[in-house]
């Protein structure tokens, strides 16, 4: 590791008058055979520098061996980045090992290109947009033996030897997924990369009586398989992963006689394919092959792998102009349009997009034949635009599976959330959820359109399949304090402080103050929704007794230009769009001073004229109260299912905080605290055990309920409402002061 297996001498800093590209390869180990693919990347570069480079530029190729071991995968890829200063990492090779590296490289918003490996995990723009993949996924090619399977041999029954890791398991998703429970898979064996042989696996799968033998291997794992199935005598219809079908690594050490008939499928044509290839193309692929890498078979499949990602990646840095910053580099590899690079099969196009980082979709069957492979059947794509809806596939398994086993399937991890009424903060905050944290069978949020935080809590109290739901922390302390639940502290626990809801008052203005309501006629919004709660708590603390009207406010705004109600109350997350399409010269915002009574459950805070241009002067702001919201749920027991589902959430919600605070989500996200308290209720106990094992607090630091965070000496609290509740501290501590 000390030196690099390829590349010259480094300046001082990248960029300059060099394109320094990364890359780790397995040189050694296991997975050595893959090494040819570094050797002919590294002499394609040096055939792009001898023709005077991109742009002038010279390509300087860096590639360590890390003997596909995901430590040393991180050992290296770590010095590219932190010491040879590369402008991106480039095909290094492996399931295990590139995703040992991806949140790294991600973080680093260094581009990941072109990985060497069909895991699907590589498009996934959203998740990870600094990272590329290049062939065509594990699971897009075993949808299309798939295919093959259902159109040719309906009736047959699998068996299938794969690698334990992410790569095999990749391929046997995509075939389970392809066959729907049409054709069943009567054994499945996996073995490990650090195994001697394979014979025990191989017995077990030829005694299980199946006709059809799916073997998602690598190249070592490839060679015994196959040659272990010529000395039992067993002669299934044989399937062979792409990874491993090149002559001269696999077939030939198998022996070409015991390799006969196996089927695979490629999208890139055989070195010594001239035909197919075309004598343009094929003239080209051998002078560079001759020329520079003499030493390497032209059948070997690695090789021309290497050629086609090399020739991607020169496309890539062409298209770049003069702007070789990795934003750019990322921005052009993920606006490929229609392209054919030549000893690609014919017909397969190249297509990427922001939202689409798969970078090779299609395939064509192929049969092993005379010693090579022999192209048949139609160019197919192994992505069906249908398959990428959870509801169609679940309604294909519908017909191939029990209908109790589906349901059991679907439900086991669905989590039902109660929200609020349409167009609400909940609502938007619950179809936040939805979108990031839904993961196909793993975990489906199903927000369910409620009424607010008084029916939030009966309903999940009381209402089969309702897990948890977002409900106003002063809601829970007013059942409390009125007796409306008994024993409600013991029956109720929260998973996290989700955001602070500022109070609207909406009136004319001739009502300059809260004191002015006293008597008048006030909408409240219903009497199931946390308006209504907080409204009446805070008139109730105030010592005002309005006239309540019980109506949704966005409905009351003709009521109260008419004059029939004096005022709309509205508690919600800001801005409200009903609100800001107001454009009203009668109408304004009604200040609610933060008095003494409303300290103990109230957050102070504003309302602007960024929130509300229409209703607030430019560079002014309207000074309110806000409300907590709470995630919250009922008291399941640890060993319930019902807690099982629950940690499901905690766990995956919590991980991607994060990512529920960036656009478009709802801003209201950015105020979250996960490790916020609230006084007077217990935390669920999974998402407790959470932050103590992800977010451990120093020993003897507190937690502020406004922010979540632990304050260190001298640091200023993150939480902006908290920030103005300690001005608002100083501000009057210096009034009092002054009298």
């Known amino acids: ?3 690099p297996a390829f590349g010259q001498g480094l300046p001082a ?17 296991p997975a050595s055979a893959y090494g040819v693919i570094g050797k002919v990347m590294a002499a394609y570069f040096e055939k792009v520098n001898a023709e005077g480079g991109i742009r002038g530029r010279k390509i300087n190729f860096i590639s360590y061996d890390d003997a596909y071991n995901p430590t040393k995968t991180m050992e290296a890829t770590r010095k590219l980045v932190e010491e040879d200063n590369v402008l991106f990492i ?9 995703q040992a590296v991806h949140p790294y490289l991600n973080a680093k918003k260094i581009p990941q290109l072109f990985v060497a490996s069909g895991a699907t995990m590589w498009d996934q723009p959203r998740d990870f947009p600094w990272t590329m993949g290049f062939l065509p996924s594990y699971q897009t090619e075993a949808h299309i033996y798939s295919q093959y399977l259902l159109e040719n041999h309906p009736r047959s029954k699998v068996a299938v030897l794969y690698q334990d890791d992410g790569f095999g398991k990749d391929y046997l998703k995509g075939l389970k997924d392809g066959l729907g429970g049409k054709i069943p898979i009567v054994a499945e064996a996996p073995y490990k990369v650090t195994d001697v042989n394979i014979d025990a696996q191989i017995a077990k799968l030829k005694a299980s009586g199946a006709d059809v033998f799916m073997q998602f291997t690598t190249p070592k794992f490839a060679t015994m398989a196959i040659k272990r199935n010529a ?20 077939m030939v050490p198998a022996g070409v006689e015991n390799a006969e008939g196996i089927m695979s499928a490629m999208y890139r044509l055989e070195g010594e394919d001239a035909q197919a290839a075309g004598p343009a193309v094929f003239r080209e692929w051998s002078a560079f092959m001759e020329r520079y890498v003499p030493s390497i078979s032209k059948s070997n499949g690695q090789a021309v792998y290497a050629y086609l990602n090399s020739r991607l990646v020169i496309e890539v840095l062409k298209n770049c102009g003069d702007d070789f910053s990795r934003e750019n580099i990322m921005k052009q590899a993920r606006s490929i349009k229609g392209l054919q690079i030549p000893m690609m099969v014919p017909g397969i196009l190249i297509n990427t997009s922001a939202s689409d980082h798969a970078t ?14 022999q192209f048949f059947g139609p160019v197919r794509s192994g992505i069906d635009p249908g398959t990428v809806s959870e509801s169609f596939k679940t309604i294909f398994k519908y017909g191939t599976a029990t209908k109790r086993d589906l349901a059991n399937q679907l439900n086991a991890n669905t989590v039902s959330l109660m929200t609020g009424s349409f167009g609400s903060t909940y609502a938007q ?15 489906r949020i199903l927000p369910v359109m409620g009424r607010g935080s008084v029916q939030a809590v009966a309903d999940i109290l009381l209402l089969r399949g309702v897990d948890v739901g977002i409900v106003r922390k002063d809601t829970l302390a007013y059942l409390d304090r009125k007796d409306f639940a008994k024993d409600i502290r013991n029956q109720f626990v929260y998973v996290a402080k989700m955001f602070n809801e500022e109070m609207h008052v909406l009136a004319p203005r001739t009502i300059a103050s809260m004191k002015d309501l006293d008597g008048k006629t006030v909408v409240v919004d219903l009497p199931d929704s946390s308006t209504f709660v907080t409204a009446i708590n805070v008139f109730e603390r105030l010592g005002i007794r309005p006239h309540l009207i019980y109506q949704e406010p966005r409905l009351a705004l003709d009521m109260l230009r008419k004059g029939e109600v004096d005022a709309i109350v509205a508690i919600e997350g800001k801005p409200l769009q009903w609100l800001n399409q107001i454009n009203d010269r009668n109408l304004h915002l009604v200040p609610v001073e933060y008095a003494k009574t409303l300290q103990e459950e109230y957050l102070p805070s504003k309302l602007s004229s960024a929130d509300y241009p229409n209703l607030v002067p430019e560079g002014g702001s309207v000074e309110t109260v806000a409300a907590e919201a709470v995630l919250a749920s009922y008291n399941w027991a640890p060993n319930s299912d019902r807690y099982r589902r629950l940690s499901l959430l905690v766990d995956t919600m919590f991980d991607k905080v994060g990512q529920l605070q960036r656009p478009p989500f709802h ?8 490790r916020a308290t ?22 003897g630091s507190a937690v502020s309920s406004a922010s979540g965070a632990a304050p260190t000496p001298g640091a200023a609290p993150q939480d902006p409402l908290y920030r103005e509740f300690l001005e608002w501290r100083a501000n009057r501590a210096k009034a009092s002061a002054n009298r």
């Open 1 to 3: 590791m000390a030196t």
């Open 13 to 29: 800093s990248p960029g300059a008058n060099e394109i320094r590209i990364g890359n780790t390869m397995p040189y050694t180990g």
């Open 90 to 98: 480039l095909a290094s090779l492996g399931t295990n090992t590139s």
């Open 231 to 250: 000395e039992l005598g067993w002669k299934p219809i044989h399937f062979l992963a792409s990874v491993s079908e090149s002559v001269s690594s696999v």
């Open 360 to 373: 090779i979709e299609q395939m064509r069957m192929m049969r092993f034949t005379g010693g090579h492979w």
């Open 429 to 443: 905050v619950g179809a936040d959820l939805a979108s990031v944290l839904d993961n196909g069978t793993h975990l």
């Open 667 to 674: 801003p209201k996200w950015k105020e979250m605290a996960p």
């Open 678 to 699: 609230i006084s007077g209720w217990t935390r669920f106990k999974a998402a407790q055990e959470w932050l103590d094992r992800n977010m451990p607090l120093a020993a």
